[in-house]
Structure formats: structure tokens, C-alpha cells
């Protein structure tokens, strides 16, 4: 069996683009997100994106396997959303086991698939991990600073919940992503550690940031050396920045971790910045332009697409990587 700490050493390894993206293409219904198991459910659930894994799951794995024949190493979970905590918007806290073990069984299902096809490029599958809906640094009341819509130990709860299930899906790695408050991504990979613990198991983990504006900070206030600082005492396979910036915005922020840090890096930004409609208009050519700065300065070791992007940037990125060596890991570090 493969092993990604091994072909991370070998290659620039390409992870996926948007699942929102693509999904937006279906033009989805609520009648679709419902479909017939949920027909009668009390809520609204168009906008559930995760939920699709189990009322389309047909179109799920069509959009991972879109992405692996684009070239990409490692897919996504559909599982951003998929704790209680971001679940309670739709009064489906008690699905979130099956839809992490359903989103992990099936993009491991297309991921044997490929691997199988091409045994020399083995797929990978990781279980993603979103920010929450809520934040533990912040207040979100700005007459009480004091108070707190979420906990730690509740964080790590709904955390533990999820990767529990993903793991038992079959996923081959875990990526705690979007991360806008350090303290969040502690509660989860505080959870990661306890299952690992208790199941005495190992697994890679990713971990990505995003830094939110010009500031140069991520919501909770930290530079991205600051954000590497405050978790590089956890085993950590890559650490990186996703989402929020395009690729020559995002740039800066690589390079002020690249050179302090024995991790492997990872990067997916956006296709640009959001226009006036909240769509992306950076094509893949223009995207992969700015992502080969990426390459020629030796920033990182994982690339891959966000928002806006699709299977045509990842075919470019993908084609681009191929023709550079993968940033050194463990050899970089100034600290």
C-alpha cells in the first residue's frame, strides 16, 4: 500500500480543486438535496452541500474522479460542514457519522479506482475538516467581548465525532483546512490525537490556514509565521495556506514560512478574487502562471486549487509541478 509520506518525497503532490465549484454546475434543487430520503424533512436544505454525498452520490464521485483524471494526487472529503456544530444550521447533528463515513467511502472508492488504473501515480483521499461556523477566540457580540458561541471541549467533541468517521470510511489522511482561528484547529487536532490514542493508530495530518485579508493575518489575529509557530510542536505531515487570496497574494505568505519550517507545505488558493457577483474569474492559465512562482522559488511540496477553481486549474497546476522538483523537507528549516 502506498504511502503519502513517501511519494511527498518523490514529487510535488496536487490536490483538488473546488467542490463548491462543481457542484454549482448541477444546479441542484432542493428537491435534489432532499431527494427521497429527506423529502419530508422539516427544514430547508438546498445549500447543504454535504448532504449530497448521500442524496447524490453518483455526482460526488463523478466530481472526485474528474479531478484525479485532471492529475491530481489527493481529493477532498465532501465534508467541510460535517460537525454538529455546522450541522445544527440544519437540524441534522445526528447524520454526522454517515455523512463522513459515506463522503469517505465513496471518494475511496474512485481513489482505488485510479490507483488500480495507475499504479505508478497512487490517489489518496483526504478527510476534510472545516473551520465550524463558530469561533473560540472571538466573541461574536461586540457589547460582550467576554462571551463565546463555542467551547474548546465542545470543539473537540464534534471534531473527534468526525474523524472518528472519516477514518473508519477508509480516508488515508486528515486535512483541518480554512483555518481563521488557531484555537479552533487546536480543538481538532487535539480530537485527532485522542482517536489516535485510543485506536493506537496512525495518520498523517495537513494543516491549512487562510489568511483573511491585506493585513496579512488570520481572523484570530496571527501572522502566517506566527500561525506556523503556535503549532509546530504537533507531528504534522504539511502545514500551508488555502482559500481567501489568489495565488500572487497568497505568495508572500509561503515564503515567509518556507525557510523556517521541517513540514512539507501546502498551498491551494483561489482563482483570483471573488468579482462583483462572488465568482472567479482567473483562468487556468492565468492561475498557473502565478502558482509556477510557487515552483521556481522552491515554496512547496503540495498544490492545489480553492474557490473558483476546477478540473481544467488543476490539469495546468498539475502539468506545471510535473516539471520541478518538490520542495526539500527537513533541510529548509532555520529554527
Keep these: 500500500m502506498a504511502n503519502i509520506k513517501e511519494e511527498i518525497k518523490k514529487r510535488?503532490?496536487?490536490?483538488?480543486?473546488?467542490m463548491g465549484?462543481?457542484?454549482?454546475?448541477?444546479?441542484?434543487?432542493?428537491?435534489?438535496?432532499?431527494?427521497?430520503?429527506?423529502?419530508?424533512?422539516?427544514?430547508?436544505?438546498?445549500?447543504?452541500?454535504?448532504?449530497?454525498?448521500?442524496?447524490?452520490?453518483?455526482a460526488i464521485k463523478t466530481i472526485h474522479a474528474k479531478y484525479y483524471e485532471a492529475g491530481a494526487d489527493i481529493v477532498e472529503t465532501n465534508t467541510f460542514s460535517s460537525t454538529t456544530i455546522a450541522m445544527a444550521d440544519y437540524q441534522m447533528e445526528a447524520l454526522v457519522y454517515e455523512l463522513n463515513y459515506q463522503s469517505a467511502k465513496l471518494a475511496k472508492e474512485v481513489?482505488?479506482?485510479?490507483?488500480?488504473?495507475?499504479?505508478?501515480?497512487?490517489?489518496?483521499?483526504?478527510?476534510?475538516?472545516?473551520?465550524t461556523n463558530k469561533t473560540a477566540s472571538m466573541s461574536p457580540d461586540v457589547n460582550d467581548p467576554g462571551f463565546r458561541a463555542v467551547t474548546f471541549n465542545e470543539l473537540r467533541l464534534a471534531y473527534k465525532q468526525q474523524v472518528e468517521?472519516?477514518?473508519?470510511?477508509?480516508?488515508?489522511?486528515?486535512?483541518?483546512?480554512?483555518?481563521?482561528?488557531?484555537?479552533?484547529?487546536?480543538?481538532?487536532?487535539?480530537?485527532?490525537?485522542?482517536?489516535?490514542?485510543?485506536r493506537n493508530f496512525d495518520i498523517p495530518v495537513m494543516l491549512s490556514g487562510t489568511i483573511t485579508d491585506a493585513s496579512g493575518r488570520t481572523l484570530?489575529?496571527?501572522t502566517a509565521e506566527a500561525f506556523l509557530i503556535s503549532v509546530s510542536h504537533i507531528d504534522l505531515l504539511s502545514v500551508g495556506f488555502n482559500c481567501a487570496l489568489g495565488a500572487n497574494l497568497l505568495q508572500p505568505h509561503l515564503q515567509a514560512i518556507a525557510d523556517k519550517t521541517n513540514f512539507a507545505i501546502s498551498a491551494y488558493p483561489n482563482a483570483g478574487l471573488p468579482n462583483a457577483f462572488g465568482e472567479y474569474d482567473e483562468t487556468p492559465q492565468e492561475m498557473g502562471e502565478q502558482i509556477e512562482e510557487y515552483l521556481k522559488k522552491d515554496l512547496i511540496n503540495i498544490i492545489g486549487g480553492c474557490c473558483g477553481t476546477n478540473p481544467e486549474h488543476i490539469k495546468v497546476i498539475s502539468q506545471l509541478a510535473a516539471k520541478y522538483k518538490p520542495r526539500a523537507i527537513g533541510v529548509n528549516s532555520k529554527n
Excluded: C, W
Design 220 to 222: 484570530s489575529g496571527q
Design 111 to 131: 481513489a482505488k479506482e485510479f490507483t488500480a488504473r495507475e499504479p505508478h501515480k497512487p490517489r489518496f483521499v483526504a478527510g476534510a475538516i472545516g473551520p
Design 21 to 58: 465549484t462543481m457542484l454549482q454546475a448541477y444546479k441542484f434543487t432542493e428537491k435534489h438535496f432532499r431527494g427521497h430520503r429527506f423529502k419530508d424533512y422539516p427544514t430547508p436544505l438546498q445549500g447543504n452541500n454535504d448532504l449530497l454525498s448521500i442524496t447524490q452520490p453518483e
Design 12 to 18: 510535488i503532490l496536487i490536490l483538488d480543486g473546488a
Design 165 to 198: 468517521a472519516l477514518i473508519d470510511g477508509g480516508v488515508d489522511l486528515l486535512l483541518i483546512e480554512t483555518v481563521f482561528d488557531t484555537l479552533n484547529a487546536k480543538a481538532a487536532l487535539f480530537a485527532i490525537d485522542e482517536v489516535k490514542d485510543n
